[in-house]
T-cell receptor
Framework: AQRVTQPEKLLSVFKGAPVELKCNYSYSGSPELFWYVQYSRQRLQLLLRHISRESIKGFTADLNKGETSFHLKKPFAQEEDSAMYYCALTSGSRLTFGEGTQLTVNP | KAGVTQTPRYLIKTRGQQVTLSCSPISGHRSVSWYQQTPGQGLQFLFEYFSETQRNKGNFPGRFSGRQFSNSRSEMNVSTLELGDSALYLC??????????????FGPGTRLLVL
């Protein structure tokens, strides 16, 4: 069975500090992995997906198949990055989400 | 392109009633998925429809059902409502021609409260 784990429910950093949101997964095949973000009072939206290898809003994520991880990183956090972040993997058309990490960036 | 829309946005029902939620996907998208979001269980997959056929189903009881119309709009129905059905119900659409891996775009959700 597929599973996504985000070990930190809450993460707080100061503006300008590096940030890393952890994500581990279990999946028997080759996963398609995503990070979704939900800003306050906004809908869930795609932040990035691993196959595109893009950097969105300064965030990057590297798929480590050996450690089955897909951690999200940003070198310098901004206050506008405060949001709920969800790691997810897809099996066919079905997204399996982690529990989410609430990131707060303090001024 | 207009985003995914969901109606109604808020709903209050009592136990035992049934409810129907509606979702209009992004133009050109033929896949619609439904998710339930609760504080305790997080985001859970309900089912997915593609070209009017249910293609994938999550682990929810039969009280939860859905359908898709020829214009790709989708509805989900919950019968015999229970208190535990109180949640935010999210709809997502994708092009999903290959049945997997495509980005899903989410609607704002319908918040259902069961009293």
């Amino acid at each position: 069975a597929q599973r996504v784990t985000q070990p930190e429910k809450l993460l707080s950093v100061f503006k300008g500090a590096p940030v890393e949101l952890k994500c581990n997964y279990s999946y028997s095949g080759s996963p398609e992995l995503f990070w979704y973000v939900q800003y306050s009072r906004q809908r869930l939206q795609l932040l990035l997906r691993h196959i595109s290898r893009e950097s969105i809003k300064g965030f990057t994520a590297d798929l480590n198949k050996g450690e089955t991880s897909f951690h999200l990183k940003k070198p310098f956090a901004q206050e506008e990055d405060s949001a709920m972040y969800y790691c997810a993997l897809t099996s066919g058309s079905r997204l399996t989400f982690g529990e989410g990490t609430q990131l707060t960036v303090n001024p | 392109k207009a985003g995914v829309t969901q109606t109604p946005r808020y709903l209050i029902k009592t136990r035992g009633q049934q409810v129907t939620l509606s979702c209009s996907p992004i133009s050109g998208h033929r896949s619609v998925s439904w998710y339930q979001q609760t504080p305790g269980q997080g985001l859970q997959f309900l089912f997915e429809y593609f070209s009017e056929t249910q293609r994938n189903k999550g682990n929810f009881p039969g009280r939860f059902s859905g359908r898709q119309f020829s214009n790709s709009r989708s509805e989900m129905n919950v019968s015999t409502l229970e208190l535990g059905d109180s949640a935010l119900y999210l709809c997502a659409s994708s092009s999903a021609f290959t049945g997997g891996g495509e980005t899903q775009y989410f609607g704002p959700g319908t918040r259902l409260l069961v009293l």
